[in-house]
């Protein structure tokens, strides 16, 4: 797995039009402007994103873009997904890391990096925008307050 800025910049402006839609629609120079990402870069996630149905765009006067579904049924994996992010973390190799193992003791690690990458792939599954957008995101036992985030 590899996380890179698509998918992070992907979900930064996502959350933003899920805050705003729906009032109006939006248009990407406002989250550009928000944001403070690239506006062609923009332009570039949301090709992706309104091909995998993530979003609608409007032309016009009124135009802009829309969030496709309710933010409660769009979950980040789908989000990253659509942005050509790699969700698994042995993805490089086409062949399971476990079938290529020459010893014992690399199968053994190769079945650790599966189920962490499993394990990350059911993270984001169950992660919804929604989740993200009205900070319902629960805290990590062992870190419960690494980050915390304020209007001020």
């Not at 091909?51 to 049924?73: C, L, N, P, Q, W």
């Not at 969700?87 to 079938?99: H, N, Q, R, T």
């Not at 599954?125 to 419960?144: W, Y």
Request: charged share 25%; net charge positive; aromatic share 6%.
């Amino acid at each position: 797995m590899k996380l890179n800025t698509q998918g992070k910049y992907a979900l930064i402006a996502l959350v933003d039009l899920s805050v705003r839609h729906e009032k109006k629609r939006v248009s990407l120079s406002e989250i550009s402007e928000r944001q403070n990402i690239s506006l062609p870069y923009l332009e570039q996630l949301f090709v992706k994103l309104r091909k995998a149905g993530i979003v609608k765009s409007f032309r016009g006067s009124s135009g802009g873009y829309t969030i496709s579904k309710s933010s409660e049924s769009l979950r980040v994996s789908d989000i990253l997904k659509a942005v050509d992010q790699d969700l698994d973390l042995g993805a490089e190799k086409k062949v399971s890391p476990i079938k290529e193992a020459k010893t014992k003791e690399e199968a053994l690690s190769a079945k650790m990096w599966e189920q962490l990458s499993a394990n990350i792939y059911v993270f984001l599954h169950q992660m919804r925008l929604s989740d993200i957008a009205s900070d319902q995101l629960n805290p990590c036992p062992a870190v419960p307050h690494f980050v915390s985030i304020s209007d001020t």
